[in-house]
Nanobody
Framework: QVQLVESGGGLVQPGGSLRLSCAAS????????MGWYRQAPGKQRELVAS???????NYGDSVKGRFTISGDNAKNTNYLQMNNLKPEDTAVYYC??????WGRGRVDYWGQGTQVTVSS
């Protein structure tokens, strides 16, 4: 099994910053993608940012230039630095780790979610 532990959510004013972190433990493949999705009330879950163990990154269009994802492969941990936060960034943020298993295809594991609220 795989466990994901998230931290760093909270309340911040518009224009402020927050840093999320997520640590994975358990039976993790050596090559994986780890990242963050978010879901606001009444909306679908969307990709925020992800990083592969190779170092390649991917960002949702709405956060490009404001959010930066980084990873520590030795610790199976990733960090999401969120700058210039906007009210529309308010959502529950979920950590995700995924990889492809032979015979199973893509396998996903999720954290419990952490609330990020951007409000004055």
């Amino acid at each position: 099994q795989v466990q994901l532990v998230e931290s760093g959510g909270g309340l911040v004013q518009p224009g402020g910053s927050l840093r999320l972190s997520c640590a994975a433990s358990g039976q993790i493949f050596s090559r994986y993608t780890m990242g963050w999705y978010r879901q606001a009330p009444g909306k679908q879950r969307e990709l925020v940012a992800s990083i592969h163990t190779s170092g390649s990154t991917n960002y949702g269009d709405s956060v490009k230039g404001r959010f930066t994802i980084s990873g520590d492969n030795a610790k199976n941990t990733n960090y999401l630095q969120m700058n210039n936060l906007k009210p529309e960034d308010t959502a529950v943020y979920y950590c995700n780790v995924n990889w492809a298993e032979w015979g199973r295809g893509r396998v996903d594991y999720w954290g419990q979610g952490t609330q990020v609220t951007v409000s004055s």
